[in-house]
Structures are given as structure tokens and as C-alpha cells.
């Protein structure tokens, strides 16, 4: 079993930035990707982004593009999301993904929520 705990979120004004961290726990030998989601009320859950945990190549989806940095410590078994220029539309339950041999499992979330 993997542990997921997500942690950093918050209230922030549009424009501004918060970092969201993700700490896997337990068996978590064989990591083959960490990634970000998030889904809002009412509507589905989303991807955000994702990073090759042995290349650490990155993926975004095309709404954060530019603004959003998936980054990872592999000593520390973290993965973080740096989100830059918050938008009122990134208002959502960020949720934190990793895959470990092909299974995949999800931490509790962390609210993230941007004012106009």
C-alpha cells in the first residue's frame, strides 16, 4: 500500500501563487509517475499535470500551461506544483496521483481556492 498526503493549499487573490506538496509513504518502490489532478463542484475530475519519476519529463494540460511547474524530489518522495498567476477558474480540490507498478493511488486532496 502507498500513502498519498497533500498538503500547501489555500485562499489566494487571482494573480497570485501557491505550492502544493504530495508525500508518498509506504511501498513505494518502482514509482513510475507522479501527477496532479483537480475537479471543481459540479464537474469531473481533471488532469493537471504529470512527471516521469526516472526521466523527470513533464506533461501539462494546456489550461495551466506556462503558469504551473510539476517538480519532484525523489530523496524525499515529494512531489510539488508551484502555481503561478492563479486564475478564479483553478478554483478546485487538488488531488495528488502516483503510480507504482501500474496501480495507481490518490491522497485526500488539498482545497485550492482563487478570489476574483
Known amino acids: 500500500q502507498v500513502q498519498l498526503v497533500e498538503s500547501g493549499g489555500g485562499l489566494v487573490q487571482a494573480g497570485g501563487s501557491l505550492r502544493l506538496s504530495c508525500a508518498a509513504s509506504g511501498r513505494t518502490f518502482n514509482t513510475n509517475t507522479m501527477a496532479w489532478f483537480r475537479q471543481a463542484p459540479g464537474k469531473e475530475r481533471e488532469f493537471v499535470a504529470v512527471i516521469d519519476w526516472s526521466g523527470g519529463r513533464t506533461t501539462y494540460a494546456d489550461s495551466v500551461k506556462g503558469r504551473f511547474t510539476i517538480s519532484r524530489d525523489s530523496a524525499k518522495n515529494t512531489v510539488d506544483l508551484q502555481m503561478n498567476s492563479l486564475k478564479p477558474e483553478d478554483t478546485a480540490l487538488y488531488y495528488c496521483?502516483?503510480?507504482?507498478?501500474?496501480?495507481?493511488?490518490w491522497g485526500q486532496g488539498t482545497q485550492v481556492s482563487v478570489s476574483s
Open positions: 496521483r502516483g503510480t507504482y507498478s501500474g496501480i495507481h493511488y
